[in-house]
């Protein structure tokens, strides 16, 4: 009987599969203004510069690039980490109050939240002392 249900989803998601094509069917109005082109231009340049910074400083193409990732992740992992803590607190104090596995699996979270966060700061400098110091 599984195996009929998921042979029938498979199916049922074959079908249900559109195809967008990118045509502008729209002449004369822009879908892109020239002033988010620009915006988006400059952005480009900024990280292309930036990328360019961080190969200069690390003497390496690929040592520039995985830093310059490093600091991305750096960056973007701390509100992702207050966010993940925040559903941990809600698993683990709210909902937790009646259900004692509920307030386990919370607790879980947050530490394995915690922990992740904690490496994600940490790894860039790990990663500049190992290069820079020990390479050369």
Do not use: H
Not at 39 to 47: F, T
Request: with cysteine; glycine share 8%.
């Amino acid at each position: 009987m599984r195996k009929v249900l998921i042979v029938f989803a498979i199916i049922i998601s074959i079908m249900g599969i559109n195809c967008a094509y990118a045509a502008n069917t729209n002449v004369g109005n822009e879908i892109i203004s020239e002033e988010t082109k620009s915006q988006l231009v400059e952005i480009k340049d900024k990280e292309l510069q930036s990328i360019e910074d961080y190969n200069e400083a690390y003497g390496s193409t690929t040592y520039g690039l995985v830093a310059y990732i490093l600091n991305k992740v750096r960056i973007y992992s701390i509100p992702v980490a207050f966010l993940g803590i925040a559903i941990a607190a809600i698993y683990q104090y709210v909902i937790g109050i009646r259900k004692l596995d509920v307030r386990d699996k919370g607790f879980g979270a947050m530490i394995g939240i915690v922990t992740m966060l904690i490496i994600c700061q940490v790894l860039p400098l790990i990663f500049a002392i190992v290069v820079k110091g020990w390479r050369g």
